[in-house]
Nanobody
Framework: DVQLVESGGGSVQAGGSLRLSCAAS????????MGWFRQISGKKREGVAG????????YYANSVKGRFTISQDNVKNTVYLQMNSLKPEDTSMYYC????????????????????WGQGTQVTVS
């Protein structure tokens, strides 16, 4: 089966940085599209960033453009989310997700398009 394990969350002051990691195992990692989502309790899960199978194309929510960067290391089977200039409104549980589907600019963000999910890692910005 496919397993996704996030790490790197924590508490940081506004303006600070964190890097989240998502280690993937299972089927052929290089064939997946990956995404990062976040969810505050009681609210809908929001797509934050996505990356296509070969890492050539990335997608971002408007709220994080210019501050967050998604990247992947196919050797380590890991996808990263570098988060800079963090704001209190970035406080949330962050989830990594993967899919076999070929996603694009209009399809990367809906959570229904992803098949596998990690357990999440908490990010708190004060």
């Amino acid at each position: 089966d496919v397993q996704l394990v996030e790490s790197g969350g924590g508490s940081v002051q506004a303006g600070g940085s964190l890097r989240l990691s998502c280690a993937a195992s299972g089927r052929t990692y290089s064939k997946w599209c990956m995404g990062w989502f976040r969810q505050i309790s009681g609210k809908k899960r929001e797509g934050v960033a996505g990356i296509d199978r070969d890492g050539a194309t990335t997608y971002y929510a408007n709220s994080v453009k210019g501050r967050f960067t998604i990247s992947q290391d196919n050797v380590k089977n890991t996808v990263y989310l570098q988060m800079n200039s963090l704001k209190p409104e970035d406080t949330s549980m962050y989830y990594c997700a993967a899919t076999w589907r070929l996603l694009g600019v209009s399809t990367w963000s809906p959570e229904a398009n992803y098949d596998y999910w990690g357990q999440g890692t908490q990010v708190t910005v004060s």
